[in-house]
Every structure is written in C-alpha cells, then in structure tokens.
C-alpha cells in the first residue's frame, strides 16, 4: 500500500529525504524535504489520480 518513508541518500551525499511510495506496485509518487511536514501539493495530486478519494491523514 501507500507509505511515507523517511530515507538516506547512503550512497552520496547523506541527507535524509521523504519518499511517497507504493510497496505493492514500487511506485514512487515522489521525494521531498525531510523538514516538511506534509507533501507538497504536486506529490498529493499524483497518489489523488491513481487512488481517488484519497486524502492527506484523512483531511481534504
């Protein structure tokens, strides 16, 4: 299903990032800061047109 993840660029330059992804068919909707609170608009708008319906922690 969909997660949020927090990972670590191990292989170069070392700062941790956010990844929104499926685990069921690998899709990475995308990666952002790991100071953000929530994905950018553009992220969310990605997971919206292949999951309608869904919402941010269940806010619209």
Do not use: M
């Not at 929104?20 to 708008?45: H, S, W």
């Amino acid at each position: 299903g969909l997660h949020f993840e927090r990972w670590r660029c191990a292989s170069g330059c070392g700062k941790w990032f956010h990844a929104a992804r499926c685990t069921a068919t690998l899709e990475v909707f995308g990666t952002y800061k790991a100071q953000t609170l929530e994905p950018p608009q553009n992220i969310k708008d990605a997971i919206s047109a292949k999951r309608p319906g869904w919402t941010w922690r269940g806010f619209s």
